[in-house]
């Protein structure tokens, strides 16, 4: 075989493998949440290093201290802006509602096709970043906290799923499907640190027994 045809058969097989890919991608598990990519466990390790560590206080808290939710693109508020984000062929209407997709929640590795199966889940609680820093914020850097869609904070999850975690930090609650974990703690650390929340000795101690394992 020439070096020019032997060249073209591995360009074609390259380019076969590259399709194969593709279509498992399409035809897999692909209504996954598009929560941005976490900073790494070395990272998060880091990162949670450098937290204060203190007791938590909830006085004063009322989650209406945390508007929820705005405008963030067109007609999109926050909660539709999320959808659209971690759907599959998710459609709208002029005012940016889903009327039609499909949503996978990492948290328990269920599917849904209607949008009102889903809450958009805060990852680090309103009333846990409340207790730990944010009762000394501006109402305005509540609300951007609340609706923040660039750090991994805002996620789709299934709704029951989403009530039944509430305002639980990782010693209390974690998701069910277990290979989600690493994604969550470094989340959840990413978030304490950019936003300089402290962690609750229990907390620290379940976040680091999990990245340990990331």
Known sequence: MSKFYARRRLSILGALTALIASVAVLN?????????TPVS????RTYLASLT??????TGYNRD????????????????YILKRDGTNVVTNSACTATSGSWYSPYDGATWTAASDLDID????????????????TTAQRQGFANDVTRPQLIAVTDNVN?????????EWMPSVTSYRCTYV???VQVKYYYDLS????????????????
Do not use: M
């Not at 560590?53 to 909830?58: D, G, M, P």
């Open 65 to 80: 201290l945390f508007p929820t939710w705005i405008t963030i693109s067109g007609t999109c508020n926050t909660r539709e």
């Open 199 to 214: 962690v609750d000795s229990a907390e620290k101690s379940a976040l680091t027994s999990y990245l340990a394992n990331c």
């Open 28 to 36: 897999g598990p692909t209504a996954s949440a598009a929560l941005p």
């Open 41 to 44: 466990a070395a990272t998060a």
């Open 186 to 188: 470094r989340a959840w």
């Open 163 to 171: 009530q039944s975690k509430s305002d639980k930090d990782p010693a």
């Open 53 to 58: 560590v203190a007791t938590e206080n909830r």
């Open 122 to 137: 805060h990852l680090v609680p309103l009333a846990e970043a409340w207790d730990s820093g944010a009762s000394a914020w």
